[in-house]
Structures are given as structure tokens and as C-alpha cells.
């Protein structure tokens, strides 16, 4: 696998996590942030209801964690479910090491 820069690399995660957003929360809008190099913070909104998601930084720069393994986490744990739980608070999501050590050659 050709060598991307980190910036690179973390907007094909950042992409990844929209897109399952969009997927899981059709008729939302989708506003993501970054906070000074720390979160991710993404928020979907369709005017009555707004959910939170976080995910700190280094997740998304660390190269164990391909775009391929972000989605395959979100999918697997259910992030959107989290999501709806956790409401205006904010769901913090961590992907779990078994499928980063798993499928690390991505």
C-alpha cells in the first residue's frame, strides 16, 4: 500500500464515519468539527431531534485504524444505536482493538 499523508489518511476516516451517518440517519443534516487537533465532533440534526457523536483525534491519524476497520467498528458496535441513547450528551465512541488487531493489513 502506497504511503498518504496523515491528513490524507484522517479525512478518509472522517469520510467514512459520514457516510455511515448519512446511511443510519437519512433526512439529517451531518455537521462535523474538529477541535484543535483533540475530537471529532459529529452532529446530525433534522430539526426535532440531534444526536452527538465524538471521536478523539488520534483515532482517526492512528494507521492501525484504515477507513476499512472504522466502518467495519461502526457497523459492529452499533454506533448509531449509542447515538440515539445517548441523545444531546454525546456518544464517545473507541473502536474496540479486536478488529483493529484483526484486519490490521488494510
Known amino acids: 500500500m502506497a504511503a498518504i499523508s496523515d491528513a490524507a489518511?484522517?479525512?478518509?476516516?472522517?469520510?467514512?464515519?459520514?457516510?455511515y451517518l448519512k446511511h443510519e440517519f437519512e433526512n439529517f443534516a451531518i455537521v462535523h468539527r474538529a477541535y484543535n487537533s483533540r475530537t471529532h465532533t459529529f452532529t446530525v440534526d433534522?430539526?426535532?431531534?440531534?444526536?452527538?457523536?465524538?471521536i478523539e483525534w488520534?483515532?482517526?491519524?492512528?494507521?492501525?485504524?484504515?477507513?476499512a476497520s472504522i466502518g467495519r467498528g461502526l457497523k459492529k458496535e452499533h454506533v448509531a444505536v449509542e447515538m440515539r441513547l445517548?441523545?444531546?450528551?454525546?456518544?464517545?465512541?473507541?473502536?474496540?482493538?479486536?478488529?483493529?488487531?484483526?484486519?490490521?493489513?488494510?
Open 9 to 19: 489518511w484522517i479525512e478518509a476516516n472522517v469520510e467514512v464515519v459520514d457516510k
Open 46 to 54: 433534522n430539526g426535532k431531534k440531534r444526536f452527538t457523536l465524538l
Open 58 to 67: 488520534p483515532i482517526f491519524a492512528e494507521k492501525r485504524e484504515s477507513p
Open 86 to 106: 445517548h441523545r444531546e450528551d454525546g456518544y464517545f465512541w473507541i473502536p474496540s482493538q479486536e478488529d483493529t488487531i484483526q484486519r490490521s493489513d488494510m
